[in-house]
C-alpha cells in the first residue's frame, strides 16, 4: 500500500514539473539566426592565404570559413595592391589586381531578407608603412576614362608613409620638397561588403547596395554596419585597409594599408534593409553610392528619412523637414565607378525610439 501511495505522489508532482521545465527550456531557444548563449563572443580565426584572395563579390565562392550569429571572426586582410609595393622603385603593375579581398564568411542562419550586423571591434595596421600613390586614368581631378580630357595624364607617382606606432601616425614626406607632416591615425576598412543581390559578382572596386569598395571612415572601431542579406549565408567580405583618408579620396589612394580586425557578427531575422547603415552611440548614418553625386545623395538621405519613420516614430514629411535643418553629409570618394555620400544625424535631435531602432532590429 505504501508503494502504491508514493508511486502517486510520483505521478502527481514530479511528471507535471518535469513537463514543465521542458516546456519552459523549449520557449527559452533562440530562434533561428538569432545568436544563442553558447554562441555570442565565440573566437573563429581566420589567416588569410595570399591563393584565396578574392577579387570579386560574388555568392559563388566556396567559403574560407563559416560563422554563427553572436560570433567573433578576427582575421586580417592586405592592402589595395596586395602588398606587392614596398620600396621606392616599386610600380603599380606590380599589384596581383585591385582591392583584393578576404572572404567569403557564410554566415549560418543568415537568410534573404534579413539584415547582417557587423560591429567592428578592433582594426590594428598590420605593418610599418602605409603606401599612397596618383595612378593615370584615376582620381577626381584628372582625366578617367568617365571623364575623358585632351590634356595628358597624370604620371604614376608613389608615396611611402611610415607608421609610427607610439605616436599613432603616419609621415607625409612630400616627393618634391622635404616638407614632411604627421597624420593621425584612423584605420578603417575601404571595403566591407556582402555577395549582391540576384547572382550578381561585382568588381572589388565597386561601392553599391551591396556594400563594397564603399571608402567609408565609418566602417571604423566602435562602429556597427548594416548590410542587406542578398544570398543565403550573406557572404561577407573584408579588405583595402586604410589608415587615414581625407575627405573625397581625391587622387584616387588613402594610406593603403594590410589590417588585422576584430570583428563581430548578428543575423537580425526577418527585417530588410535596402542600403548598407551605420551606427554609434551618437549617430544613425545611412550609405548612398551612385552617380552622378547627387543621386548618391538622394539614395543616402531617402534612406535616413525611411530609418527616422520606423524606428523612431516620425511621420516622413515630418523627418525630411528635420533633416534639412540639423543632417550631416560625408562625401566619402568621388573616384570609384560609383560615389559614395554617407547622411547622418545626431540621435539626440530625434525622440526615443518606438521601432527597433539598432539599425534593422
Given at each position: 500500500m505504501?508503494?502504491?501511495?508514493?508511486?502517486?505522489?510520483?505521478?502527481?508532482?514530479?511528471?507535471?514539473?518535469?513537463?514543465?521545465?521542458?516546456?519552459?527550456?523549449?520557449?527559452?531557444?533562440?530562434?533561428?539566426?538569432?545568436?544563442?548563449?553558447?554562441?555570442?563572443?565565440?573566437?573563429?580565426?581566420?589567416?588569410l592565404k595570399m591563393s584565396d584572395l578574392k577579387y570579386t563579390y560574388s555568392g559563388s565562392y566556396t567559403p574560407v570559413a563559416r560563422l554563427?550569429?553572436?560570433?567573433?571572426?578576427?582575421?586580417?586582410?592586405?592592402?589595395?595592391f596586395g602588398n606587392a609595393v614596398k620600396k621606392p622603385g616599386d610600380t603599380l603593375d606590380m599589384a596581383p589586381g585591385d582591392n583584393p579581398l578576404t572572404g567569403p564568411f557564410f554566415i549560418e542562419g543568415a537568410e534573404v531578407g534579413d539584415t547582417l550586423a557587423i560591429k567592428i571591434l578592433d582594426l590594428q595596421v598590420d605593418g610599418n608603412q602605409g603606401i599612397g600613390a596618383l595612378a593615370p586614368g584615376?582620381?577626381?581631378i584628372n582625366s578617367t576614362n568617365y571623364t575623358p580630357m585632351l590634356n595628358p595624364a597624370i604620371k604614376e607617382k608613389?608615396?611611402?608613409?611610415?607608421?609610427?606606432?607610439?605616436?599613432?601616425?603616419?609621415?607625409?614626406?612630400?616627393?618634391?620638397?622635404?616638407?614632411?607632416?604627421?597624420?593621425?591615425?584612423?584605420?578603417?576598412?575601404?571595403?566591407?561588403?556582402?555577395?549582391?543581390?540576384?547572382g550578381e559578382a561585382r568588381s572589388s572596386i565597386v561601392p553599391e547596395a551591396f556594400g563594397g569598395n564603399l571608402d567609408s571612415p565609418e566602417a571604423s572601431i566602435g562602429n556597427t554596419v548594416y548590410f542587406p542579406v542578398n544570398t543565403p549565408g550573406a557572404m561577407l567580405f573584408l579588405g583595402d585597409g586604410h589608415a587615414a583618408m581625407g575627405d573625397g579620396e581625391v587622387a584616387g589612394t588613402a594610406i593603403e594599408v594590410p589590417l588585422?580586425?576584430?570583428?563581430?557578427v548578428h543575423?537580425?531575422?526577418?527585417?530588410?534593409?535596402?542600403?548598407?547603415?551605420?551606427?554609434?552611440?551618437?549617430?544613425?548614418m545611412t550609405v548612398g553610392a551612385y552617380r552622378p553625386v547627387d543621386d548618391a545623395l538622394r539614395i543616402a538621405f531617402t534612406e535616413l528619412v525611411g530609418w527616422i519613420h520606423a524606428d523612431y516614430g516620425l511621420s516622413e514629411m515630418d523627418a525630411y523637414e528635420l533633416l534639412s535643418k540639423v543632417a550631416e553629409i560625408h562625401l566619402n570618394e568621388m573616384v570609384d565607378p560609383n560615389y559614395v555620400v554617407v547622411a547622418k544625424i545626431k540621435k539626440s535631435f530625434l525622440p526615443r525610439p518606438v521601432g527597433p531602432a539598432n539599425g534593422s532590429r
Open positions: 505504501k508503494s502504491i501511495f508514493t508511486l502517486l505522489i510520483f505521478c502527481l508532482v514530479f511528471i507535471p514539473l518535469a513537463f514543465a521545465q521542458h516546456a519552459a527550456s523549449t520557449s527559452a531557444a533562440p530562434q533561428a539566426g538569432a545568436s544563442s548563449t553558447s554562441e555570442e563572443g565565440k573566437v573563429v580565426r581566420y589567416d554563427k550569429s553572436g560570433n567573433i571572426l578576427e582575421t586580417n586582410t592586405v592592402d589595395c584615376f582620381g577626381a608613389i608615396w611611402f608613409y611610415p607608421i609610427d606606432h607610439a605616436t599613432n601616425t603616419a609621415t607625409f614626406q612630400a616627393l618634391d620638397s622635404k616638407y614632411t607632416v604627421k597624420i593621425p591615425l584612423h584605420p578603417f576598412f575601404g571595403c566591407i561588403g556582402v555577395a549582391p543581390a540576384g588585422r580586425s576584430r570583428v563581430q543575423v537580425i531575422k526577418k527585417h530588410k534593409i535596402s542600403w548598407p547603415r551605420f551606427e554609434n552611440d551618437e549617430y544613425i
